[in-house]
């Protein structure tokens, strides 16, 4: 006898379908999975067998083989344990394949019978919902994050017995309609550092506002205490509202790295990893993302950038082109999106107080350009916006605060603005003026004739780079939106030419 039961797992940014075929047959008693399946697959023996037996079911006292098809596909994961013990109860006639007839089933078995989430639950659902089941049973804990995926009937289980249950038509279980559920964002109030909490640093504030405005990345460089990082994290709360496809996007990632128990992601991400990261921690590799694609639709922020080893911050370069990331292991290349907006920060030395009129700087020339030199040539042509900002007088820390969030909210509505007629140029959701190809550059963006002069002469004067370039028009044409300006003016690219490093 055959029994089939049909599951999803994790590929990637996508899914795979997987088909568990069950036999049994007289002889002695074994239980046996094949189909490329890693130790933790096969260790599903021992969690199926006790979660049937403590579920109050009869494991076969014969002999059972388990197919986990295509063959040829890795399996890793608890993903199958649920489908596995699905299959054992149709071989064994607790279940008839009427009960389990176009539906798919995912989920880790405890040993008394309980359901535990799984990583990568919207991968699995939206693979399900493309074969063109109709229901999906998952574990109850990723119900909300699965519950993005629409058209398909998505229902929670806790236990194996309720499960069995519900196939049974004796117990209902909380689901998903088949339209899914509102994910509708929820505009956020101030909850962290807002701009008017930041003394002084006019300059920083308006390059901040730039850049996010026009989502460049931006490198802040200054002594210690000058409300560098403040200025960072003031930076997460002026980003837009999350649209409902971006929310699906980074809950996605978010689960694929084991946030299995989180929400759905309503707010825009900000990611600050340690510099003692390794490279496969920011990066991602084939077992997951990496903290680029978790800052997916949000930002990066690498506190002390020259900290951080050369081989990570070398390794930022591609997906700060081409905003994704792809990993290539043995037989397997795995992509990610990783379209991200960096924030760095660093001091101006190795001790931080290279020029600061009240400290002696007591580094070296050479340990000065030891220090630059962290960042590469490459890697600093991706920064759009350099700023440096100096120590605010103590005198000026204790300004009033009466009017705390007028500022703010002033700078975010001018770069709401500013998306909006980014949105009408570019007739696209989530295109920036960062996001431009260089020829889209030339094509689409309008330039006066006396800029088209300053930025001629500029380009020889300062030896800038064809990418650096391009740079220049496009922190322009941001500075040009948040001015409701329809052509780049003198003044415009004037500005943006003070945001490169001389």
Sequence with gaps: MIAKTYSAIPYGFDGKLVEVEGDMNRGLPAFNIVG???????????????????????????????????????????????????????LSGQLVSSDVVKKAFVGELS??????????????????????????????????????????????????????????????????NDNGSDTNAVTAVHNGPILDHVRGQSIAKRAIQIAIAGHHNILISGPPGAGKTLLARVAANLLPDLTNEEMVEITKLYSLAGHTDADIIKKRPFRSPHHTASATSVIGGASGPGEISL????????????????????????????????????????????????????????????????????????????????????????????????RVENKDLRENLSAVGKEHDVVKNTITESYKRQRARYRREGFYNSSLSSFQTSSLIKLEAPAEALLAKASENLNLSARAYFKVIKVAQTIADLDGAEVITMSHLAESLSYRKR
Aim: with cysteine.
């Design 36 to 90: 490329m399946a890693n130790k933790t697959i096969n260790e599903a023996k021992e969690r199926v067998r006790s979660a049937i037996v403590n579920s109050e079911f009869s494991f076969p006292n014969k002999k059972v083989t388990i197919n986990l098809a295509p063959a040829e596909l890795p399996k890793d994961g608890a993903y199958l344990d649920l489908p596995i013990a699905l299959s054992i109860l149709l």
């Design 111 to 176: 040993l008394n019978g309980d359901i535990k989430p799984v990583r990568g639950i919207i991968n699995i659902a939206e693979t399900v919902k493309a074969a063109g089941f109709q229901e999906l049973y998952v574990p109850i804990k990723n119900l909300a994050q699965a519950s993005l995926v629409r058209g398909i009937k998505i229902y929670g289980v806790d236990t194996f017995q309720a499960l069995y249950l519900a196939l049974k038509q004796q117990l209902e279980l909380t689901s998903t």
């Design 295 to 390: 800052a997916h639709k949000g930002i990066l922020f690498l506190d002390e950038i020259p900290e951080f080893p050369r081989s990570v911050l070398e390794s930022l370069r591609q997906p700060l082109e081409d905003k994704t990331i792809s990993v290539s292991r043995v037989n397997r290349k795995t992509t990610y999106p990783a379209d991200f907006m960096l924030i760095g920060t660093m001091n101006p030395c190795p001790c931080g107080y290279l020029g600061d009129p009240t400290h002696e700087c007591k580094c070296t020339e050479l340990q000065i350009q030891n220090y630059h030199k962290k960042l590469s040539g490459p890697l600093f042509d991706r920064i759009d916006i350099y700023v440096e900002v100096d």
